[in-house]
């Protein structure tokens, strides 16, 4: 997840917020729809100063905000005695190796309250009292039976009852993992398709499929190795002519890591690559 974002992103996020297309972005505000589509690709850098301020002006954002020098959208003149930071998260938020967006999204989830509240209810130890109330009814009932029945510590009721113990610590850890991993899986959800997220088939799958392609295929050991050597590079083995897979073997055998086995290329009773 890209820590800020870019030109390109705010402005097809402002256009989505309103539910516009961009040919009614282009009547609203005189620009061609070509060029408005432009402007929100990510690999289009040529946006004019000229359409920078209509379109600040028409989403009501400052020029700033669609510069990237400032994130605060609504906000650009907020006075930070309003935001009620200690002086520790004042620095904190100023560091710039902090993913002050991923924050942001955070602390802005709808779900985001919930969180906040249950740790302070746990902080505060507001639950305390309540938990050591039921925990102890509990105590009290299990000892009733066993004074009454004598039962042995294998009966299924006193198993119950010592399963009904709440431990405010495991209690308020569960709540609390829960709040924040459903926040951090929308999260993930919401920026799978960015391109700095990671693919969802891992460097390690891909070698492992190719090791495999690999090991089934019935050639030499030397042929094999020369055909993982070009999986790895994203070359077609299997259309090398003969004088580039000998010229590749004869670079591959200044490895030391290669073995020296015979090739059966092209000798009778092997079988033959596609070509």
Do not use: W
């Amino acid at each position: 997840m890209e820590v800020k974002l870019t030109i390109q992103e705010k402005l097809f996020d402002l256009r989505k917020d309103r539910h516009l297309t961009l040919e009614e972005l282009a009547a609203d505000t005189g620009l061609s729809s070509s060029a408005l589509g432009s402007y929100e690709l990510n690999e289009y850098k040529d946006i004019s100063l000229n359409a920078i301020i209509i379109l600040a002006k028409y989403y009501g954002v400052s020029t700033d905000y669609l510069l990237g020098i400032t994130e605060n959208k609504n906000h650009p003149n907020a006075d930070v005695s309003d935001l009620h930071l200690n002086d520790d998260m004042i620095a904190m938020l100023k560091e710039s190796t902090l993913n002050h967006r991923l924050l942001c999204e955070l602390a802005t989830h709808e779900d985001f309250p919930k969180l906040l509240a249950d740790i302070e209810i746990y902080v505060d130890r507001i639950a305390a009292m309540q938990i050591d109330t039921l925990n102890a009814t509990v105590d009290i009932a299990r000892q009733e039976i066993l004074n009454r029945y004598q039962p042995s510590e294998e009966d299924i009721y006193l198993k119950t009852l010592a399963a009904a113990h709440i431990e405010e610590d495991e209690y308020f850890s569960h709540r609390i993992h829960k709040d924040i991993d459903g926040i951090i899986r929308d999260l993930r959800e919401k920026h799978a398709a960015d391109a700095s997220t990671a693919p969802e088939t891992s460097l390690a799958a891909e070698l492992k499929k190719e090791l495999d392609a690999a090991a089934e295929f019935s050639g030499s050991d030397q042929e094999r190795q020369a055909r993982i050597f070009c999986m790895q590079l994203g070359i077609n083995y299997d259309r090398l002519t003969p004088e580039e897979f000998t010229s590749l073997i004869g670079i591959l055998k200044k490895s030391k890591l290669l073995k020296s086995p015979l090739s059966k290329r092209g000798k009778t009773g092997t079988k033959k690559r596609k070509r």
